[in-house]
């Protein structure tokens, strides 16, 4: 599909904007994004039915209030540290080492991964959206993995710093390869990724169902699933409770990853072919990079990436694989997309959506609104994010902006006939 | 572009589809073959299986989402404008085509017209609703057109299971206890075999007009003339005084509408919406662009290929039903995810629009 060459200018005129420019439209596209939610979330409290009016609005009544709703999501993440409807504010009961955190740093880690995964992908000019699949099969194989070695290793501290490792890899190698087929046939079939991702994520989804249900299942268990790991060879939470499956060495692992992605991408040679193919593929070509081999590899990382993930997932959140995989190669594309596909925006964009979704558990024990919601923000912010030239007009429109050369920096040829 | 290169690429596009229809016909008669030669084997179920009625009858419901999700790609791309949430306008549409019919509820008729085509057409509006925000994204605030799909995609893929939580408190809905039914025309419909044609759902009519329409609208109307244009030269249909962001709303639109039947059919013919992982869609969104690509923007050669991968599905699905050759289900399930890859694989080089996927600035549309 064409959209590739047409993709690839508008990833390089992403690349050109101001870094400053791109924090403030990732910012604004967030703001919108919560506000849409803020609209979305008082029609769905005229749709269901309550006893009291939760919030009061020219002479309507809605079930939800969404000031709230933002509030207990906020609160909630943070694992309340402040008390709503108390004049004292500020929990004196608070303790950073709380559960809604830990689950917030859950989220955030497990999405350190995934959106690194996509960020390598669209900065090599690839939309991989199969970071779902290569999460899923990655997963499955350190799962499998770690069960199969776990009996002829020690068991405890030795054998876990032996096999944990080892496992990531495996994770990660299963992924890399899954993703490299998306990555071959772009590279010599030209078939667009975007549709064969997301067919292998069907694919993977099939393939590791059959797997367990008909070769590796827990005999135990009602539900697909494998047998669980021992506790020596998972991550186990540190300094966190135990049930928010949050363990401070996976989060430290993915920092390190991001660093090294981005020295990777910035530093190297390699990084230097990757982001040309993306940005410029007719001069990367010229300048004598394998075009084909670039989308391989890059692929291949990518799928790694998300292959960790899915590795992570099974040794901190389950101790086991267990079908049903949640979205997180998915969410993985919100995290990019908001951090501008660069690796060390991944992080803060990471812990802003781990916030939402770990918030989103409260706000649906706390006000009834389901926490699918942020399924809807998840896609309200890509949308946002894509059309800087909404925000520009915008900006223009309430001539907000004093300065707008530095807006123009653009990459001129849009921006010359804003006017 | 010479008149000999289009030609050349002409001429490859037809190898590769002309081996691929050559490969799936050849695939159906060995089938055939071991099938009559060895009546009792796995291949005489197979092809007991693809010649029966019902298989046909089951296929032909399964590829109107994807027939018309992928017109509406057509019309769309051919327009300039890559649609890669068709997934999503299923989606949306196929939601709210179920939920409209149960507010109105399943047993009521409004000004003559029963519930149940309310909610169809509510489905449609809200695809079109959806498709409007899309193509303004798009084309006004020239957002990049994958991204804004994807966007699309999942935006449907949260708001579906979010709203059937709200009103049901879970992501799928009740059942509505009732379908679109099916339109049966006397004596042609007792035909055997081909007899499915004339005993169908009434989207299946839709669709079997829908097909010739969308290529009469495409390739002899001037609408269809400047929907060409504007994806392979909107310079050229500017020049002409022709409005080119005009014609793409529209395009997009129609992609919008067309989809969005497609969905309330999807729905609608099992009077519920099933919301779990990718929802009842389940890629069929996606699918349907392979459709079309396979079907090189030809809407006749587009129900080709979505028949083909409904048939594929229509198949696996009796398949599972025949005892005892130990293939695990979820296994057969993927046969038409593979071939949808195969075949992009095969005509992965498929020309497309020239200008599809660009925005086009006519330079006083910025006031």
């Known amino acids: 599909m064409s959209a590739a060459e047409n993709a690839k200018a508008v990833l390089r005129r992403l690349t050109a904007a101001s870094a400053t420019e791109r924090i403030l439209i990732s910012f604004a596209a967030l703001v919108l994004a919560v506000l849409v939610g803020a609209v979305i979330i008082l029609v769905s409290g005229r749709i269901t039915t309550c006893q009291t009016a939760a919030t009061t609005l020219f002479g309507t009544g809605f079930c939800y209030d969404p000031v709230e709703v933002y509030l207990v999501l906020f609160n909630g993440a943070l694992g309340e540290p402040f008390l709503l409807n108390d004049p004292a504010l500020f929990n004196p009961n608070w303790n950073p080492l709380n559960f809604g955190f830990a689950l917030t740093l859950k989220e955030t880690t497990l999405l350190v991964f995934t959106g690194l995964s996509v960020a390598v992908s669209f900065r090599a000019g690839l939309f991989n959206i199969g970071t779902q699949g290569q999460l899923v099969l990655g997963g499955l194989a350190t799962a499998l993995f770690s069960l199969f070695v776990a009996p002829v290793l020690p068991s405890g501290l030795v054998g876990g710093l032996v096999l944990i490792p080892l496992a990531v890899i495996v994770g990660a190698l299963v992924g890399g390869l899954y993703g490299a087929i998306p990555g071959a046939l772009k590279a010599y079939a030209d078939a667009n990724e975007v549709i064969t991702t997301i067919m292998l994520n069907f694919i993977a989804a099939q393939i590791a169902f059959v797997l367990v249900s008909e070769f590796f299942s827990n005999p135990d268990s009602q539900v697909v699933e494998t047998t669980p790991l021992p506790d020596w060879a998972t991550l186990l939470p540190v300094a966190f409770p135990q049930g928010g499956d949050f363990s401070i060495l996976a989060l430290a692992f993915g920092l390190a990853l991001v660093v090294g992605v981005w020295f990777l991408l910035e530093q190297t040679s390699f990084g230097y072919d990757l982001r040309t193919s993306g940005e410029q593929p007719e001069a990367a070509e010229y300048g004598g990079v394998d075009a084909k081999r670039t989308t391989v590899t890059s692929m291949f990382l990518s799928g790694a990436l998300g292959g960790m993930g899915g590795a992570i997932w099974v040794l901190m959140v389950m101790g086991k694989w267990q079908a049903g995989v949640p979205s997180l190669g998915f969410d993985g594309i919100t995290v990019s997309i908001l951090a501008g596909n660069n690796p060390l925006g991944v992080v803060p964009a990471a812990l802003l959506f781990g916030t939402l979704k770990s918030g989103s558990l409260a706000v649906q024990f706390g006000t009834g609104v389901p926490k699918q919601l942020v399924g809807v923000l998840r896609g309200l912010i890509i949308l946002f994010v894509a059309m800087p030239e909404f925000f520009r007009m915008l900006g223009s429109a309430i001539d907000l902006e004093p300065d707008r050369e530095t807006v123009a920096a653009d990459g001129g040829a849009l921006g010359g006939d804003d006017e | ?367």
């Not at chain 2, 085509?117 to 084309?139: P, R």
């Not at chain 2, 007009?209 to 030269?233: D, I, K, M, Q």
């Not at chain 2, 080119?244 to 999807?266: E, M, P």
């Open chain 2, 1 to 367: 572009m010479s008149t000999t290169t289009i030609d050349r690429l002409r001429d490859t596009e037809l190898s590769y589809r002309a081996t691929l229809a050559g490969g799936a016909l050849s695939v159906f008669l060995l089938i055939a073959l071991l099938g009559l030669v060895f009546p009792s084997s796995i291949w005489g179920n197979l092809l007991a299986i693809l010649t029966s009625r019902s298989t046909l009858s089951s296929a032909l419901r399964l590829s109107v989402p994807i027939t018309f999700a992928a017109l509406g790609g057509i019309f769309s791309e051919k327009a300039g404008v890559v649609n890669i949430g068709l997934e999503g306008l299923l989606i949306i549409s196929a939601f709210t085509a179920v939920i409209t019919t149960a507010v109105v509820g399943p047993e009521m008729t409004v000004v003559g017209l029963p519930a149940i085509w309310i909610g169809f057409f509510a489905g449609i509006l809200s695809s079109v609703l959806f498709s409007a925000l899309f193509a303004v994204v798009c084309i006004r605030f020239k957002a990049d057109q994958i991204i804004a799909g994807l966007a699309v995609w999942l935006i449907a893929l949260g708001l579906a299971p979010f709203a059937a939580t709200v009103y049901y408190g879970g992501v799928n809905t009740d059942n509505l206890g009732t379908t679109l039914g099916t339109w049966t025309i006397p004596v042609l419909s007792d035909i055997p075999f081909f007899g499915a044609f004339f005993d169908a759902d009434p989207a299946v009519y839709m669709m079997l007009v829908a097909v010739p329409a969308s290529w009469y609208v495409l390739n002899r109307t001037a609408f269809g003339r400047h929907v060409r244009a504007s994806g392979e030269n909107p310079k050229a249909l500017d020049t002409v005084g022709v409005d080119v962001s005009r014609v793409r709303y529209a395009g997009v639109l129609l992609s919008g509408f067309l989809a969005g039947i497609g969905g309330s059919a999807l729905s609608l013919g099992l009077g519920q919406f099933v919301g779990n992982n990718q929802t009842m869609v389940n890629g069929k969104g996606f699918i349907a662009i392979v459709a079309f690509l396979f079907g090189n923007y030809n809407p006749v050669g587009a129900f080709g290929a979505s028949f083909l991968f409904a048939g594929l599905e229509a198949a696996q699905i009796r398949l599972q039903q025949v005892p005892g050759y130990g293939v695990p289900d979820s296994l057969i399930q993927t046969i038409p995810y593979v071939t949808v890859l195969v075949v992009l694989a095969l005509v992965g080089r498929t020309r497309i629009p020239a200008a599809s996927g660009e925005h086009y600035d006519t330079g006083d549309d910025n006031r």
